[in-house]
């Protein structure tokens, strides 16, 4: 522990209300199940980029801490993890098809408006941003790439709804 940390007094740990996945091992087992499928064919530092962008959307700060530990094991910079929440400002550290797939991680993230809601493409994820997803992925990759947006979206739910308790996580440890 650094200097600067060991100085820094923190609130105490808010317990989680439940440990859900005990209550409800096979939707628990379930989602490992769909988690796992869902990544498929997707790389790794860009699966964990959508997951961390997610997961700062919904407010979810026990899969931030797991998401962005697990983007620093596949070896993805500080800098661009840093830069996530404001990509639309840091294009520059960022492909374009990470950025398609961000857009796309917030429309699908946050359907009901939001940041990437325009006025063109009707319904709730424009034509626009999909348009640009589907020029980086091919369809298998799109679908896989939903699929991942999907899944991280049900644990941001179970992680806030429980008020899972973020700080413990090690990579690898839910594999």
Request: hydrophobic share 40%.
């Amino acid at each position: 522990m650094s200097t600067a940390q060991e100085n820094v007094e923190y609130a105490a740990e808010e317990a989680p209300r439940l440990e859900w996945a005990e209550h409800a091992p096979d939707v628990y087992k379930a989602m490992i199940r769909l988690d796992s499928v869902a990544k498929r064919g997707l790389d790794p530092k860009l699966y964990e980029l959508v997951k961390i962008r997610a997961s700062q959307l919904n407010h979810c700060a026990f899969c931030l801490d797991m998401h962005t530990k697990d983007a620093l094991a596949a070896g993805e910079s500080v800098e661009r993890i840093v830069q996530l929440s404001a990509w639309q400002e840091s294009r520059h550290f960022y492909t374009e098809k990470e950025l398609a797939a961000i857009e796309l991680t917030e429309a699908v993230t946050v359907l009901t408006g939001g940041t990437s809601q325009t006025k063109s493409g009707g319904g709730f994820v424009p034509d626009e941003v999909y348009a640009k997803a589907a020029k980086h992925f091919d369809e298998a990759e799109l679908s896989q790439l939903v699929a991942a947006i999907a899944v991280i979206n049900a644990w941001n739910r179970f992680g806030v709804t429980f008020r899972k308790t973020p700080g413990h996580y090690q990579p690898g440890q839910y594999r």
